[in-house]
């Protein structure tokens, strides 16, 4: 499959080496390619992982049959607006961006929140494209390699279309997720519950003082 | 131990008939213990709980030497307004309460949320109380019998009292939750975090179509 995954920070850059490792091709966008190589940090994990290329995000969107949004929550509407829209048609975007606001220092709080999400704002904004909010509640190590984490743990899934979201299932499965640690929250509304996450999430990273943590819902499942 | 459970509604009377089964004393606060008399579903529990005495808020408050905070979260202040600050002064406040605003209709959104919660908002009012948020991330039969969700799962501490929230750990204990469960998330600010996890639980317990779960923090622990 061929894949864009919108953002160059540590998110991005750990699910297009996986995504990569899987036998995917992957193009990652960013604003300005040129300034993104600048970065000594981009420069040698790009030396690291040669099969990724870099490009605009207008680019980067034409050649992803399916978008990852990596971009930074404030930033990811923006990004797309730049991928274009003709690149966006029926594309399944799997959002794992959180609506972080660092304006007022740390910890975050979040924009939106409790009555809209970044999901949502994304699904309003761009109603060509298939929304599917996941992956957003756990460090991107986790993401993409859930057995860092011991015993089973949860993964959460929001969006309107259900072959998308049967699609990412699949990815999901590909990255390791056993099939009863997907939970399927209903559409993009539900997302707002997800991003409401962080701030705790947070707070449990500076408590516990790693990031090889996630939420599991206890009872969820009949094997409980 | 003399507890004053405020607020008459089925988290409050749970958690009072839990006290008693445990061989504390309780008084419930109400504003109008007449008018609170006067509807059937009290009526009927206060028959079978015949123990727990209800009183006004300010005589409740007086009885207690720890207090519970079981109204809803939108009255929380005048409630305890109501139980008069010199009933308050060095007392424990165990606040197991949210913040949901039903103004909007169903689902609540949160008031205060993000950069505020309804621990704060107490423990800044009330300035003389040694407030404790926990117990409010899950239904309140779960609060006082935890077996009820198989496996492992989490309650979370949030306060600024070091001794106050060693008491409420014990308390805790007795309701049955392993000292492993357990998690002291640090001062008060923390429960933000706590009151964010009210949308998904709500989302969840709409997917699950029960109230027997509860979230686990995986990797939390050494033995995880």
């Not at 399944?92 to 609506?99: E, G, H, M, W």
């Not at 929304?131 to 929001?158: D, I, W, Y």
């Not at 991003?195 to 939420?215: A, K, Q, S």
């Amino acid at each position: 499959m061929r894949y864009a995954v919108l953002g160059t920070g540590i998110v991005g850059r750990t699910v297009a080496a996986r995504l990569v490792s899987l036998g995917h091709e992957v193009v990652i966008g960013t604003r300005d390619p040129g300034a993104t190589s600048a970065r000594t940090e981009y420069a040698e994990w790009q030396q690291a992982h040669p099969q990724v290329a870099l490009a605009p995000f207008a680019d980067a969107a034409r050649h992803g049959e399916v978008l990852v949004n990596a971009t930074g929550g404030q930033v990811s509407v923006a990004a797309l607006t730049e991928a274009d829209a003709e690149h966006l048609d029926g594309k399944v975007l799997i959002d794992i961006a959180n609506p972080l606001d660092f304006s007022r220092g740390f910890p975050p709080t979040l924009d939106p929140v409790d009555d809209d999400s970044l999901g949502e704002l994304l699904q309003r904004t761009f109603p060509a494209l298939r929304v599917v909010k996941t992956l957003n509640t756990m460090n991107c190590q986790v993401m993409v390699e859930p057995a860092r984490v011991p015993g089973e743990h949860s993964v959460f899934l929001s969006g309107e279309d259900a072959d998308a979201k049967k699609s990412v299932r699949e990815l999901l499965y590909s990255f390791g997720w056993p099939e009863a640690s997907v939970l399927d929250l209903g559409g993009i509304e539900s997302a707002r519950g997800t991003e409401m996450l962080l701030p705790i999430w947070l707070r449990l990273m500076g408590t516990l003082g790693h990031t090889d943590f996630n939420f599991h819902i206890q009872g969820a499942s009949a094997g409980d």
